[in-house]
């Protein structure tokens, strides 16, 4: 078999798996259940092993549900596979070498996922200038977000009646559309998304108020659900740092030289604010000597994570571990100043990805011509999205 079709197998298979696995977690998003077989390979083993059966708090999930969460997982694909797409092209169209794209599945069954970690185009050559990487790195974000928010509009516009919530939560009916007053009386362990402008601007001036869920169940609208993941994953890839399309597009904007000193700023800016409030100096109070050791251990443990994500920015790693103090000793004197501010913690796995994994600098290209005046305008038109898609607090659980 030929390489290039064993690739093309490869590919194929991996993006059916990743409608399988998207549209069973959105399933699972949208109905708050688990499947029947997961509970029947998982559970039921478990049981047996202790010599009892565990028992099923409701009717497990089936076909009928499976086949809602398409609802799910094909707008998200969608704006997904836009997104690669408009690298793909636009690379071809500059005559670089790049694969079809790559579809990661990833289900966990008896916790909920979103069915996929994302996609990705394998680039086969060097990139040799500038304006190809501007080109390249632009077209993903810029077709993807006008697919989101498409997506958006029609989950806005097209909200079920508000009893629509009862088929999700039938011990809501009770308390009628004033579930709310009842429902929420211990609030704990609800999942909340965190507003950017964009899905704040939806809320307040598209959606209709009457049929707007309440914050607590956007999770189970899957247009709403998947629009909101489309703008995360967008503001993330848009960060200016590395080889994101962010850092295609600071890179043709502003050069080498610029970017390198730009870069390391941004990130350093970034690790700070997803570390705010992790740790404070109220937590080291303490009266038992145990605990303040056990917490000094884990703000050793912090820093040293810290340490890890910036070693490969920097030529000397003394620079590093310097900068991973001056972050921790910034956020503890933020938090002293301004003790209700937090950053978001769930930022911290990408940081680290980012930081050790795919770099914060930028190969250099041969071309170094500058940008014309109509990319120039691309690209703050591209940093604009970003910051109407970002999530300062992306995903909030109620403690």
């Known amino acids: 078999m030929r390489s290039n ?31 029947g077989f997961v509970y029947d390979i998982f559970f039921f083993l478990i049981g047996k092993q202790e010599g009892k059966e565990v028992p099923i708090p409701t009717e497990p999930m089936g076909w009928a549900e499976f086949v809602q969460g398409f609802h799910f997982s094909v707008p998200f694909l969608l704006i997904l596979t836009i997104h690669e797409f408009g690298h793909y092209f636009v690379a071809r169209a500059h005559k670089v070498k790049v694969t079809l794209p790559f579809y990661i599945p990833l289900w966990f069954g008896i916790s909920q996922s979103i069915g996929t970690l994302g ?25 993807g977000f006008i697919t989101a928010l498409v997506v958006l509009w029609y989950g806005f516009t097209h909200l079920p009646p508000p009893d629509y ?3 999700i939560h039938p011990e809501y009916e009770r308390f009628g559309l004033n579930y709310p007053q009842f429902a929420y009386e211990n609030p704990s362990g609800n999942l909340m998304l965190g507003d950017n402008i964009l899905f704040w601007f939806f809320k307040n001036y598209v959606a209709d108020p009457a049929r707007l869920p309440h914050a607590y ?14 703008l995360f994953f967008t503001s993330l890839n848009l960060i200016p740092i590395g080889q994101l399309d962010g850092g295609h597009i600071l ?17 350093g800016i970034f690790a700070f604010y997803a570390g705010l409030g992790v740790f404070r100096t109220e937590s080291f109070a303490t009266g038992s000597d145990a605990v303040f050791y056990e917490r000094l251990l884990y703000l050793a443990i912090y820093i040293y994570f810290l340490y890890i994500c910036f070693k490969r920015a920097f030529d000397n790693p003394s620079t590093a571990l310097m900068v991973s103090l001056l972050i921790v000793i910034g956020q503890f004197a933020v938090c002293y100043v301004r003790p209700d501010w937090d950053g978001s913690i769930n930022l911290l796995p ?3 990805i980012l ?4 770099g914060i600098r930028h190969p250099e290209t041969e071309d170094n011509t500058p940008l014309d005046t109509r990319r120039m305008v691309l690209g703050v038109i591209a940093f604009v999205i970003f910051v109407i898609s970002f999530s300062p607090t992306p995903f909030i659980v109620i403690e």
């Open 119 to 143: 996609a990705f185009i394998r680039i086969k050559e060097v990139v040799r200038s500038r304006v190809k990487f501007f080109d390249i790195g632009v077209a993903g974000p810029l077709t």
């Open 251 to 267: 890179y043709g904007m502003i050069g080498k030289k610029r970017f390198d000193i730009v870069a390391p700023i941004l990130f």
């Open 355 to 358: 930081g050790r994994f795919l």
């Open 217 to 230: 169940e956007i999770i189970h609208y899957p247009y709403l659900f998947a629009g909101y993941l489309a």
């Open 165 to 167: 919530i009862f088929k």
């Open 350 to 352: 990408f940081v680290l």
């Open 5 to 35: 079709t064993r690739t093309h197998i490869i590919q194929a298979a991996l993006f059916v798996i990743t409608i399988i696995t998207t549209t069973m977690a959105g399933a699972e998003w949208m109905f708050g259940n688990i499947f």
